[in-house]
């Protein structure tokens, strides 16, 4: 249905080291964004998609809406301590009027 | 400056009691949000306002009851406080509604609201 699957759940890895996660849904979005918390805050954006096979870079951070638009990746370079914490997919189903957060992939880095 | 303000970060109270959250945007946003987050982290929209109309009522018991005074304010009470409304409470703001346009997707969340029922 509406439910987002977002994998992995965790992820230990080693400063440097690239990261790839994604989300993945039975349902069609309009949008594809991803959202990261820090401890204690709320979620802040990171990369806004609009169209399907959109390909979005923010520094380090790249994603891509799915051409299915069933799915969509965050792919993280090089990674760095302040990368550290909570990364949520999120979509807007057409003409839906909220969007639908995945369970958050946690990420760890060790330095 | 801070975008979207809620008030209070932490909230601990008994079982049963009333109690309110309250939060403001001062980004001229039309629409604003309470989202819960429970204790995986999961995020679940619970309402959205729009221009201090009930957009989204999420099937959220009648003891949580939104109030928006005006487009930059959107309060939550909730009464009867039971042990599972133990999490935390977020609220957000969007520049318009969701139902299409490039400015959907975009929210802006505040800081949280950690609301503790023992």
């Known amino acids: 249905g509406q439910q987002l699957n977002q994998s992995p759940q965790s992820m230990f890895i080693q400063e440097g080291e690239d990261v790839s996660m994604n989300c993945t849904s039975s349902?069609?979005?309009?949008?594809w964004l991803w959202y990261k918390q820090d401890p204690g805050e709320g979620p802040v954006l990171l990369i806004a998609?609009?169209?399907?096979?959109e390909l979005t870079s923010n520094g380090r951070l790249t994603a891509q809406f799915g051409i299915t638009r069933k799915d969509s990746f965050l792919n993280i370079s090089a990674s760095i301590p302040s990368d550290v914490g909570i990364y949520f997919c999120?979509?807007?189903?057409?003409?839906?009027?909220?969007?639908?957060f995945g369970q958050g992939t946690r990420l760890t880095i060790n330095p | 400056d801070t975008a979207v303000s809620q008030t209070p970060k932490y909230l601990v109270t008994q079982m049963g009691n009333d109690k309110s959250i309250k939060c403001e945007q001062n980004?001229?946003?039309?629409?604003m949000y309470w989202y819960k987050q429970d204790s995986k982290k999961f995020l679940k929209i619970m309402f959205s306002?729009?221009?201090?109309?009930?957009?989204i009522n999420e099937t959220v018991p009648n003891r949580f009851s939104p109030k928006s005074p005006d487009k930059a304010h959107l309060n939550l009470h909730i009464n009867s406080l039971e042990l599972g409304d133990s999490a935390v409470y977020f609220c957000?703001?969007?520049?318009?509604?969701?139902?299409?346009?490039?400015?959907?997707?975009?929210?802006?969340f505040g800081e949280g609201s950690r609301l503790t029922v023992l």
């Open positions: 999120a979509g807007q189903l057409q003409g839906a009027q909220k969007l639908v």
């Open positions: 349902s069609i979005f309009n949008t």
């Open positions: 980004l001229g946003h039309d629409t």
């Open positions: 306002y729009n221009n201090k109309e009930l957009i």
């Open positions: 957000a703001s969007s520049r318009g509604g969701l139902a299409g346009g490039l400015d959907g997707g975009e929210l802006f």
């Open positions: 998609l609009y169209k399907a096979g």
